[in-house]
């Protein structure tokens, strides 16, 4: 896999995991600053974006694997045909 692809995804997860922290740490302490619907929100909101940042790395994996599937196959049959 290429460098930056992998630090993309590594980038990815690092903020999911940020995002999970700051999820939890509103839904724990965010009621007593500012309301517990208020903080229930700001944490589905942080809970969301930790979803997202866990999800893009599965597709941008899938993408790869596809892609270098088609490569191959191109390497094996460089006139496109069967």
Known sequence: M???LRKRIL???FAGVVNVVLGVYV???GAAQ???GTA???ALFFLGFAAVDFYFPQ????KWRE???QLGGQARNPDGTS
């Open 34 to 36: 500012m309301g517990s």
């Open 67 to 69: 892609q270098q599937a």
């Open 40 to 42: 229930l929100l700001v």
């Open 27 to 29: 839904l724990l302490a």
């Open 11 to 13: 980038a990815f997860y």
């Open 59 to 62: 597709i941008i994996k899938k």
């Open 2 to 4: 290429d460098e930056r």
